[in-house]
């Protein structure tokens, strides 16, 4: 879906095919003032999160991969206020935000992150593998695409179950060209799934850009073999996001099996944490932050409409920030995982 005041986003995908019909009726989501607050204060969070992991790493606190989500926090923050209770979520490596959207604590994400023993993983998954039953979080996966078929897995659950839940299985451009995606994606049309995926086009995976790799660049379009409706959405605008969101969910409960959205948005930092970014410009990161960056949308619309004033939004600026200071203490004081703990709680 590409929202008239963005077009800038996706004209770059619509510009050599005919204009595709827009999804949601080609509206977005109203949003009340509550809507947005909620809005900005989950996608602050994020972004105050990350830039904190960001800083840990170069501490020398964090280990290992770790793979930010800063500029992508749209996608799951719309997504996830269309979710209700029971509904799952599954996601690659760049599992921060997912998490943390989701509702899982920022102490235990961080303390994780730094290998700590109160981590959502006891200290012994990492960035890239953490899980919550309780708020229905199956990871954070290393294995570029794995996480559709598990994601597909959870849906046939629901469907064996007979239960009315949805499952929500976010990937990457990069992962969309998997061979494993297609035979997800079959089953879950043969089956009728209630499965949303959710292609997280940054426009890049790792170092190489989706034109250079994929053979066909709309990744909506990618289930058409199956029968598989897709929809191409304004991923930085939160509700685009949402009103998507929102009719995709609607398709999955009521019976009519998967759905595919393709987020149309873009990662500020590099691929993770060591990455020169040679394939890009500055020029064409500083065009996005400066245009679309999904916070700065909210909180110009916020202040337009005299929802808020600069003052109430530096008071939530502060909020996150004192959560986030005290995730990042957190992480560095708890204790590491005993030794005794190197055979428990892992499959061997
Ligand atoms: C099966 C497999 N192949 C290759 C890799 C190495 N790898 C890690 S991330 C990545 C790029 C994936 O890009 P994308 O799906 O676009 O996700 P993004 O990083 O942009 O969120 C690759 C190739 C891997 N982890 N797993
Ligand atoms: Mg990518």
């Not at 510009?15 to 602050?44: H, N, Q």
């Not at 034109?211 to 991923?235: E, K």
Request: net charge neutral; proline share 3%; glycine share 12%.
């Amino acid at each position: 879906m590409a929202p008239r005041k963005t077009a800038s986003v996706s004209s770059r995908k619509t510009a050599a095919k005919p204009v595709k019909k827009d999804f949601a009726g080609g509206t977005i989501a109203e949003f009340s003032k509550e809507d947005d607050l909620k809005a900005y204060r989950e996608m602050l969070l994020i972004r105050r999160f990350e830039e904190k992991a960001g800083q840990l790493y170069g501490m020398g606190f964090i280990g290992g991969f770790c793979h930010l989500y800063i500029g992508q926090e749209a996608v799951v923050v719309g997504m996830q206020l269309a979710l209700k209770e029971g509904d799952q979520v599954i996601t690659g490596y760049r599992d921060h935000g997912h998490m943390l959207a989701c509702g899982m604590s920022a102490r235990g994400v961080m303390a994780e992150l730094t290998g700590r023993r109160g981590g959502l993983s006891k200290g012994k998954g990492g960035s890239m593998h953490m899980f919550s039953k309780e708020k229905h979080f199956y990871g954070g996966h290393g294995i570029v695409g794995a996480q559709v078929s598990l994601g597909t897995g959870l849906a046939f659950a629901n469907r064996y179950r007979g239960n009315d839940n949805v499952s929500l299985a976010y990937f990457g451009d990069g992962a969309a060209n998997q061979g494993q995606v297609y035979e997800s994606f079959n089953m879950a049309a043969l089956w009728k799934l209630p499965v949303i995926y959710i292609v997280e086009n940054n426009r890049y995976a790792m170092g190489t850009s989706v034109s250079r790799a994929s053979a066909q660049t709309d990744f909506s379009q990618r289930g058409a073999s199956f029968g598989i409706p897709g929809y191409q959405v304004d991923g930085m605008d939160v509700r685009a996001v949402k009103a998507a969101a929102d009719e995709a969910v609607e398709h999955c409960r009521s019976g009519k099996g998967p759905i595919i959205l393709e987020m149309l948005t873009y990662r500020y930092r590099g691929h993770s944490m060591s990455d020169p970014a040679k394939y890009r410009s500055k020029d064409e990161v500083q065009k996005m932050r400066s245009e679309h960056d999904p916070i700065e949308q909210v909180k110009a619309r916020l202040m337009d409409k005299g929802w808020a004033t600069e003052d109430e939004l530096k008071q939530i600026d502060k909020e996150v920030r004192d959560i986030v200071a005290d995730s990042a203490d957190f992480a560095q004081s708890d204790p590491e995982p005993d030794v005794s703990e190197l055979y428990t709680d892992i499959l061997l």
